[in-house]
């Protein structure tokens, strides 16, 4: 059977192991080679343009952010601009906040896809923006940057990226998910790539209200294996992945009303800061093999993974020794997807 | 006599029927053309570089906005970057309120123009700003984004484009103008460069007090005939072309400081929905070869054109099987001007 | 001794008048040159790709700004852009206020570390930003465009190639600074410049309230003469450069929380207008061969430089017959900078 070519990305459902494995990791492993330090090419510096610099000539790719989240914006814009493509992208495309907001961006989305954009990177804030915008772009791919509390798949994807590159397998691995699993979209979305893999168990680890709800585990169930914990500390040194997570203070309603340093003191209290965060008794447990990721930004007070860890060799949040982080693994993925999806 | 080379794009009035037909409908033409569907190029798709991806090589564009649109900064945007212009863009220009807005605005043209920018796209949050930016902008050409509830050129030559192309001709046709036409600077544009044409009428469909304003009417008397209308149905089947527009409340000064959900409400009293609206019977009426059209963006709630309507083949507002809406006839009018002013 | 490679651009103080002199501007004369006009050039518009295109080619700059500076936010994505690089530029990098926002800053710096950037342009909201940045960012150069009420060495730099420029010497200068030197950064990081050559005088007018603060005076002092004053009429006859400044009323606590209007009357009446501001008495004492600058924007009102002085040949805040002014020479600061550092 030919392969299907994929044409949105959506959520993180979507991608199967086979698309994963003969498809995306092979482009991201070409790319990442792309960047890794070259004598060759370093004595070359005109005529040596990295082979990236032309995938998207000639392409065009809008990032259209209706939450702000520079990080993810400029993730996206370089990914693109590194290939050669023109980027344009606004952050700034909600500008009323009604009922009507799905048909508002149907209607920006029918606009830009009038505009000859090669792709259109989405942020909506809504559940299922991303799906709303497929329906009506004709030919032009839509990649989800996170459709409100919904889906993430990107980051899904950079997540399983960077396991794959530290611990070298995503089968057999005991994956501790810490903090707000309630609202925090990332960790939903990595669950439901882990279970497309064999043997992987998750140990959900929150304060009971904010533990992972009852219809995704109903979803997960029967596909991988799970268990919850109230305490991170008891299920350290069984873990191959500790993947920790804010309080997502601003999806809360009673919250993102109240003050900052209301929503800052609140956070800390709810989540009982001292059980489900890393602490030097948490980093005793945790194995030299095993890795502890942050899908970014930490929470204010960095609470959950405190600034005096960032340089642990375990933490692979960031970049280390020439070793790209999560972050950089970030770029890679929306590089490889980019370039699946446009080449 | 020579002919004068076009400097600025200020107002819609500039432009004569002989330099619209002589210099800017084969220009826009041509870059139409490079958009067409093309097998040759389809096969060849690293050589092929799209002939327009050159055509502002080494020229830099200013997108300089006052008032927020991400549309028409992306719509800029994009057709500068297409043509290979290296775009810097900000829509927040606008930093203080004061009755000192026209100096600023001056300061930062001159600070603009001395960054060595090719053209500046401005989007002014005041009548006569871009008159006012092309005394101290020096060689460098302003194209008017808008100026606060002043004129949208680029807007108008869109809309005679987009009806070029789908009626055939811009001489003896009855065009409809719907809504809001005491505010709607689109409309007064429009109707500007219908009247450089011959033996068009206006119909002017509003509800009294948003009729267009004695002042734009006695300009227009004598080069175009109009009538007006407080009823779209009773005008619909003797219109070649039906032009949407919704009340433009953020520049009624006692509407705009109320909650959005109320301007809503409000906006469908005073628009009287069902007589200044596409309905069911009004569609029934419009022949098959009118067109409909809106500048963008609908109302909330889409009272004037609603969304079933929206695949309906004589909405021409967006792309359609193949076909580019107005939103499409945006980004080759764009980038037909910026290629006139700047190659 | 082999020269050490600029790494960081952080504060005026790490320049020796060694590295200007062998490195900064020959650099920044290479690039105006390219600037002129030059008449094989402008008949060879294809193959005459400017040099400057592609100094960095295949490279790419992150702009990022936690306080809204759209002039230096352009200036810097023009300079690098019209070399070729790729740019992404933010100015929403803040999101929250809290006291941990040094933390969340040095996480935003190593993200776009991570993202492959060959340098970041940074404007933090708080001194000492740039430096923190720099410990963080591993091999990736900051450039200091504003920390806060800190420093902007680039501003600096600027400046006295504006003097040299236009005087030519940067030696036994009398410089006089006007209006709110206590808040201003510029005027303190263009003291510390100018107090690395020899003979110079600096005459600082301003209100008692608002002179330049004690432990400046005191790092400057046996570097550079100075002398206090109140009246700029009686200290502009003697003047070399007049340096003009506004009243910085968004740095001032109690003022910053008033209506724009309410701060715009404040700081006419604490600057005393008439004393520290350019007058028709003030002009005529002025001498023809000195130049008088502003770093822009001019305050409400243009109090300190009114508009009606603006085209005067002494004034060259602007571009002015062919001759670029503050802006101009800003854009190729920053260009040399980029060149210096990335090439």
Redesign the interface.
């Known amino acids: 059977m030919a392969k299907e070519k994929l044409h949105h990305i959506l959520e993180a459902q979507q991608f199967s192991r086979q698309w994963l494995e003969e498809e995306f990791f092979p482009e991201l492993d070409y790319i990442s080679k792309l960047?890794e330090p070259d004598p060759v090419f370093k004595s070359m510096p005109v005529l040596g343009?990295?082979a990236y610099?032309t995938f998207l000539?000639?392409k065009?790719v809008?990032v259209?952010f209706y939450e702000?989240s520079?990080?993810t914006?400029?993730?996206f814009?370089?990914a693109a601009?590194?290939m050669g493509a023109?980027?344009?992208s606004?952050?700034?495309?909600k500008?009323?906040?009604?009922a009507?907001k799905g048909?508002?961006l149907?209607?920006?989305i029918?606009?830009?896809?009038?505009?000859?954009?090669d792709a259109v990177v989405l942020r909506s804030d809504y559940v299922g923006g991303a799906h709303e915008a497929a329906k009506v772009s004709?030919t032009v791919p839509i990649i989800n940057a996170g459709d409100g509390p919904g889906q993430h798949p990107t980051q899904a994807l950079l997540d399983v990226a960077t396991i794959r590159k530290f611990i070298g397998t995503l089968d057999g691995l005991n994956v501790t998910l810490v903090g707000d699993l309630k609202n925090g979209r990332t960790v939903r979305s990595l669950a439901y790539l882990l279970s497309k893999f064999h043997g992987n168990h998750l140990s959900l680890v929150a304060p009971q209200s904010f533990q992972m709800k009852p219809d995704i585990l109903e979803k997960l169930s029967g596909r991988v294996s799970f268990s919850q914990h109230s305490n991170l500390l008891e299920i350290a040194q069984n873990s191959d992945v500790i993947y920790m997570t804010r309080l997502q203070t601003e999806r809360i309603p009673y919250m993102k009303k109240l003050p900052?340093?209301w929503q800052?003191v609140l956070a800390k209290r709810f989540l009982h800061a001292k059980d489900v965060s890393i602490s030097e008794a948490v980093m005793e447990k945790v194995r030299d093999d095993a890795i502890i990721m942050h899908p970014?930004?930490?929470s204010?007070?960095?609470d959950e993974l405190p600034?005096r860890f960032?340089d642990d060799p375990r933490v692979r949040a960031?970049?280390k020794t020439g070793q790209?982080?999560q972050?950089?693994m970030?770029?890679y993925t929306r590089m490889a997807l980019l370039k699946i999806l446009l080449w």
């Open positions: 960047f343009s990295p610099s000539k000639n065009s809008c259209l702000p520079s990080r914006r400029i993730s814009g370089q601009g590194l023109h980027v344009e606004t952050s700034e495309a500008k009323f906040s009604s009507a048909e508002s149907k209607d920006f029918r606009t830009v896809s009038d505009y000859h954009f004709g900052l340093g800052f970014l930004p930490r204010e007070g960095f600034e960032t960031f970049r790209p982080g972050t950089g970030g770029l």
